[in-house]
């Protein structure tokens, strides 16, 4: 382990054991020190892990706490963005074109690019699902707290009687894999061909372009429509496939760790509901950081940075 890695680490236990002195007052902590204690137990439970396992699993502790630590060689410059309309039918799908377009404009202001990779809408021009490439410097450490269940309530342009819905969408940031970190079988995949719809000009129409790749032992499916060849659809079906393994793969990690230190408070759990759109108070709320911002309109439309900064405090 590098000397860099290794201050890092001693400096974050001596945090850790600093706070479990005090953890018979964890009811009266703020929420931001019950999250940090979180952070800090997975640390204990990694350092734990590193002196006494395996050369292998070593290595691969060391390239977590470089991303954690935030130090060169452990960024994830690539990630993938999924969105999907949850509770809430039409409204829900509009909802999940509204936080696609925040982060849509929320890239250009980090020097990202954002590439969409396969979409479904409904009638109103809402998204049921859209997945898309963000590529820049520390975009997957920037967004990872973005991850889990938004709830928004507001009164719908389409509601005449000016009742409120309350309404979610999943949203989903997957570290991007190379093709050493997650191996996929030929044999694993089930591969069909069809056209692709929607705009694209006469090839898209006439010519069997889109993929949809079943992963058979997870049963995974992966559509991709957006390009015009069926070898370039198939390449980036593999590049959200191997995201979606390796964010399982991470998500189990975690688990193992949470269970071996079951005090471990703050997950994040992608099931949760992590934050409230509120409009009629004109507010978003964290429910993690147990923190509000005002001004909604300027945060829907990309200016995110007050609220990515907070995780990082």
Do not use: C
Not at 101 to 123: C, F, H, V
Not at 126 to 150: C, M, P, Q
Request: aromatic content about 6%.
């Amino acid at each position: 382990m590098t000397s860099e890695i290794q201050q890092k680490l001693n400096e974050a236990i001596r945090e850790y054991d600093a706070l479990e002195m005090g953890v018979a007052e964890s009811f009266k902590w703020p929420r931001e020190k019950i999250m940090r204690f979180g952070e800090l137990s997975k640390l204990k439970v990694m350092a734990d892990e590193y002196e006494k396992t395996d050369e292998a699993r070593k290595k691969s502790i060391e390239e977590k706490l470089k991303i954690i630590f935030g130090l060169g060689g452990g960024e994830r410059n690539k990630a993938i963005l999924e969105i999907r309309a949850g509770a809430g039918g039409d409204e829900a799908a509009l909802f999940a074109a509204d936080l696609f377009r925040m982060y849509q404009a929320y890239a250009p202001k980090k020097n990202w690019a954002l590439t969409i990779l396969d979409e479904s809408k409904n009638d109103l021009g809402g998204y049921k699902e859209i997945t898309a490439e963000l590529r820049g410097k520390n975009v997957y450490d920037a967004l990872k707290y973005e991850s889990g269940v938004h709830r928004i309530q507001r009164v719908p342009a389409t509601e005449k009687s000016g009742r409120i819905h309350t309404s979610t969408a999943s949203v989903a940031i997957m570290p991007a894999a190379e093709e050493k970190e997650i191996e996929i079988k030929e044999a694993d995949l089930e591969v069909t061909f069809s056209r692709a719809g929607g705009p694209g000009g006469q090839n898209v129409n006439k010519v069997e372009t889109a993929v949809r790749l079943l992963h058979k032992p997870t049963g995974i499916v992966i559509s991709s429509r957006t390009e015009r060849s069926q070898l370039s659809n198939r390449e980036r079906a593999l590049e959200i496939l191997r995201a979606k393994l390796l964010d399982e793969k991470i998500r189990k990690e975690e688990e193992a760790e949470r269970k071996e230190r079951k005090e471990q408070i703050g997950t994040a759990d992608r099931s949760e509901k992590i934050r409230t759109y509120n409009f009629l108070q004109d507010r978003v709320t964290d429910h993690r950081l147990n923190k509000s911002w005002h001004n909604i309109q300027n945060i829907m439309s990309g200016n995110l940075d007050q609220i990515i900064e907070a995780f990082k405090k």
